[in-house]
């Protein structure tokens, strides 16, 4: 007897499996149309509108006429590169160290030269204010060294400053990137080279320098992108005097009402990035495999004598007080006034200054600012993972996809800002457009904290599991969700302290007068007024800042898997 | 002649080597035998110039190579992963200690030929190293050592990366290289380096007795960074001087025992009084001594037959190796682990065996 006769269910099963099949593939049609379309539109079509905003002849012909524009362009130039150049230069012996050596704290260290890669370019502009400022600790102790009558050093607003909070910011990428691929290289390499009759420095140089070229060319090239698009430091540091073309951006826009002209320098400002953007995919993707590989610990050895212990003390002091030392004037200078300690500037946060800029109490852009960073986390949270699900899931798309959802983190956040502003116009009396901003920034991040995650997974986990007799959902319980799930934990502090410390974008969308700024934006208003309270408010809010961002770094290092994720 | 003087060394205030001497004349293949841990690693490198000794001294045809950085020692080292470089081609690898040595560049192209060659890797010049097996990546790491005629050649568990098979046949190549000085690989071949017949001296880790059998002229048993014996591999099989390298060297029978008399060569053991034919030392009589009965010790006795050393027991197990017989034998309390050669008619596992032991595969060891 043909029992399916008897049993509608089971005739109609196949009838309803597909139906149920039709329903997800729409389903998941729909999300993975979403990420796209959010894409779409609030990142092509912004960068579509500058490019559109740019074609009139007149802002070429006023561009390429003027001296003044190509100075820009030359000084933003060579700025990177001289910042690059430094970045190597005191980077590259912590990279040997931490990738050769063992000593006690090494972990701690190696995090703390990734915390001020996490800071927010405000805080990093209000520290380096804090420690090297008029009445900062080093000109103080200075003066009271010396009996000087004025502080000797002024680096206010001058190129130096600049210059040392690139280092400040950068140094990391060295330590992470080629210290990392140092570490894997065989020593044995070197030590054949030198039984071979090459000298130290020349085993460096025939051997352990060729096999560091890609590391080395991929952290120059995110260094230089970095400081290449380097916003809040130039602006808040520099002052009028210096000018690159993301600074030229907003004043051009902002203080001489020329978005044609803006539209012009984001038009130079995307070709470079996404040049330098993709050459530095291409040299990242390169120093992922290493040739020789060998287990971590088996490279690095306790320093030995007293020669190299001394040396390698002396780098690492120097390392940790250029590290430290600025947020350390931060958060002490927030809570001293004239007459000593006192929390006289943190007191006066909820109270609204007369003759305030911000025509809000201060303490009432930290609400905002953690309410964007809530919102950006689900809103990102939800497109980032959407993404990373297509990508995993879509092998096929994936040359065409992956490079898409990579292009916001090449793009600056001065040009996104701009392209909101010209495109979306009517929403700046919204806080919407904030978010969405937020929000875009913090996606590239989700997607590359949850996809290699998702990659990694070795199948033979799986496997494993499911020999030893677990379904296939209990598979994805017991294995993909634990480690996916811390992921996307790591992906959710990723786009919390994004959004705390989003400056370029914002200072483009907020309206002054608006009641939806946030904590970077009063602080950089603060800085840029004179008188004592207003710089002690930049301080504590700058501290407040901080302390949100380190907690958000110290999360995500606890969290994560060593090594996997790419930032 | 290179002459290791007390040398000692710590990590961590750990010792690791405690006042190694040692000398190794012209010619020579050492082996350093020893389990991971033993020290003998670190010694190489010592030798090599890659760690320092804490103290001691290391001498070369009577120079002090203290003060001699590594890079100007002239020394060849194989490495246990073979360390190539990964960035050049496999000519470019064995060139670089000529290159180092600033060698004209045809003198040197023809010398990295005729170093492939030897080590049976002609035209593989151009190859990439991390295209090359491990066997070929073994070869590349002995050329390249070579090339440059080093006044001592290291080697550093050369084969230890390898499987069985392949470590079998290159070891036996690796020792005709060695003692001949690089034997032409086809007969006739032109050769220009001009180091015919004459033997690299050597020094050979490994942690795998047959190995340092097959290979060395003189073995150095290390264990917890001291030498504990240092003979040629006969002497160091027939009469190893303690139940350590006895056992590090795959032997299994150790017997407690006191010498029975003044002056007789026999010793008590549980096995009851056994002849043995060297007697070590000058132990007095009835001081305890440790007694080995190497596995080819044992001979089947018919019923009647009459010898020394007389055993009876049970066969226990019987296990058919290919060129061997390996046996087990409980008698008494003891139970002796023999070999016999393929063709010996032995009884059935569980019937008894009446057995006399060689007293010249007895020895007597240090307890």
Same mark, same amino acid.
Request: hydrophobic share 50%.
């Given at each position: ?141 200075? =003066?009271? $060294? /010396?009996? !000087? ?7 206010? &607003?001058?190129? +130096? *400053?600049? #210059? ?106 995307? =070709?470079? $990035? /996404?040049? !330098? ?7 990242? &993707?390169?120093? +992922? *495999?290493? #040739? ?111 490079? !898409? ?163 | ?367």
């Amino acid at each position: 007897m043909n029992s399916r006769l008897f049993n509608p269910a089971a005739a109609l099963s196949p009838l309803l499996a597909g139906n149920l099949r039709l329903r997800g593939l729409l389903l998941g049609t729909l999300l993975f149309l979403a990420p796209l379309l959010f894409l779409a539109l609030f990142f092509f079509y912004p960068l579509g509108n500058i490019l559109l905003t740019s074609l009139t002849v007149e802002a070429f012909s006023r561009l390429l006429s003027r001296a003044y524009y190509l100075g820009i362009l030359w000084f933003t130039l060579w700025q990177a590169t001289l910042s690059t150049v430094l970045t190597l230069l005191i980077g590259l012996p912590a990279a040997y160290i931490f990738a050769r050596y063992t000593f006690p704290g090494k972990g701690t260290l190696r995090a703390l030269t990734t915390v001020p890669f996490v800071m927010p370019t405000v805080v990093v502009a209000t520290a380096f204010r804090a420690l090297l400022g008029p009445a900062g600790p080093v000109n103080t102790l200075l =003066v009271q $060294t /010396f009996d !000087l009558a004025r502080a000797p050093i002024q680096v206010e &607003q001058t190129l +130096a *400053v600049i #210059l040392i909070a690139h280092v400040f910011y950068n140094v990391t990428i060295v330590v992470r990137l080629v210290g990392g691929f140092w570490a894997t290289l065989n020593p044995g390499v070197t030590e054949a080279a030198r039984v071979l009759g090459a000298s130290r420095l020349r085993a460096f140089w025939e051997v352990t320098l060729p096999l560091l070229r890609p590391p080395l060319i991929a952290a120059s090239l995110l260094i230089y992108l970095f400081t290449f698009t380097s916003f809040g430091v130039i602006l808040l540091l520099g002052g009028p005097t210096f000018s690159t073309l993301e600074t030229e951006i907003y004043r051009q826009y902002v203080t001489f009402l020329r978005p044609d002209v803006a539209a012009v320098l984001s038009l130079l400002q995307i =070709v470079f $990035t /996404f040049g !330098l953007m993709a050459l530095y995919v291409r040299w990242q &993707q390169r120093s +992922a *495999v290493a #040739l020789d590989f060998r287990p971590r610990q088996t490279t690095a050895r306790r320093p030995e004598g007293w020669l190299e212990r001394t040396a390698i003390a002396l780098l690492l002091g120097g390392l940790t007080l250029f590290l430290v030392a600025p947020l350390l004037a931060l958060v002490l200078r927030s809570v001293t006034g004239a007459e000593g300690l006192t929390l006289a500037y943190y007191q006066a946060l909820p109270e609204l200054q007369r003759g305030s800029v911000t025509f809000v109490p201060p303490l009432l852009a930290v609400r905002n600012s953690l309410l964007y960073a809530l919102l950006t986390v689900v809103v990102s949270g939800f497109f980032g993972l959407a993404s990373a699900i297509l990508l995993h899931r879509r092998r096929r798309w994936r040359s065409l996809l992956d490079p !898409l959802f990579m292009l916001p983190l090449g793009a600056s956040a001065v040009t996104l800002g701009f392209g909101y502003v010209i495109s979306y116009d009517t929403l700046r009396t919204s806080p919407l457009l904030v978010l969405i901003g937020h929000s875009l920034v913090a996606f590239p991040f989700v997607v590359r904290s949850v996809l290699p995650v998702m990659e990694g997974i070795p199948p033979r986990l799986r496997e494993a599991a499911a020999v030893l007799g677990a379904s296939p959902s209990r598979v994805w319980m017991a294995i993909d969700l634990p480690i996916v799930g811390r992921a996307i934990l790591v992906a959710a502090v990723f786009a919390f302290t994004v959004s705390m410390g989003e400056f370029g974008a914002t200072s483009f969308i907020v309206r002054p007068n608006s009641g939806y700024v946030t904590l970077p934006i009063v602080i950089a208003r603060n800085l840029g007024r004179p008188g004592p309270l207003y710089f002690g408010q930049a301080l504590a809010l700058s501290t407040i800042l901080m302390a949100v961002s380190a907690a958000g770094f110290l999360a995500i290092e606890r969290v994560r898997f060593a090594d996997v994720g790419e930032f | 002649m290179l002459e290791l003087l007390e040398i000692s060394k710590s990590f961590d205030d750990q010792p690791v080597l405690r006042d190694i001497s040692l000398q190794i004349a012209e010619g020579e293949v050492v082996a350093l035998l020893g389990p991971s841990g033993s020290g003998k690693t670190t010694l190489l490198r010592i030798v090599a110039g890659l760690e320092r000794a804490d103290s001691g001294a290391l001498l070369l045809d009577g120079e002090n190579l203290a003060t001699v950085p590594v890079h100007r020692r002239g020394f060849g080292m194989v490495f246990q992963d073979y360390a190539l470089f990964p960035h050049r081609t496999v000519a470019e690898n064995v060139g670089f200690g000529l290159k180092m040595h600033d060698w004209e560049r045809e003198a040197l192209a023809g010398r990295v030929a005729e170093m492939l060659a030897l080590v049976g890797m002609a035209g593989f010049g151009p190859r990439r190293v991390y295209d090359l097996s491990g066997g070929e990546q073994q070869r590349v790491a002995l050329a390249r050592a070579l090339a440059p005629e080093p006044a001592l050649l290291l080697l550093d568990e050369p084969l230890g990366a390898l499987d069985r098979a392949l470590r079998e046949r290159l070891l036996l190549e690796l020792r005709d290289i060695l003692k001949e000085g690089g034997a032409p690989p086809r007969v006739g071949a032109q050769r220009m380096g001009g180091r015919e017949g004459r033997p690299v001296t050597s020094l050979y880790v490994t942690h795998d007795q047959a190995e340092a059998f097959a290979i060395a002229d003189r073995i150095v048993v290390m264990n917890e960074g001291r030498i504990i014996q240092d003979d040629p591999p006969s002497a160091l099989y027939r009469h190893p001087r303690t139940p350590f390298v006895a056992r590090f060297i795959g032997m299994h029978n150790l017997l407690e025992g006191r010498w029975a008399g003044e002056g007789a060569e026999t010793v008590a053991t549980a096995l009851g009084e056994l002849r043995v034919d060297r007697r070590s030392g000058d132990q007095k009589a009835g001081g305890p001594v440790v007694l080995l009965i190497r596995p080819e010790a044992g001979r089947l006795l018919g019923s009647d037959e009459s010898a020394p050393n007389v055993v009876e027991g049970r066969l226990k197990t019987v296990s058919f190796r290919g060129r061997y017989q390996q046996v087990e034998v409980a008698a008494r309390d003891v139970l002796l682990q023999l070999t016999f050669t393929a063709e010996e008619e032995l009884p059935h596992p569980g019937e008894p065996v009446r057995l006399a032991l060689e007293p010249s595969a007895l020895a007597v060891l240090e307890g």
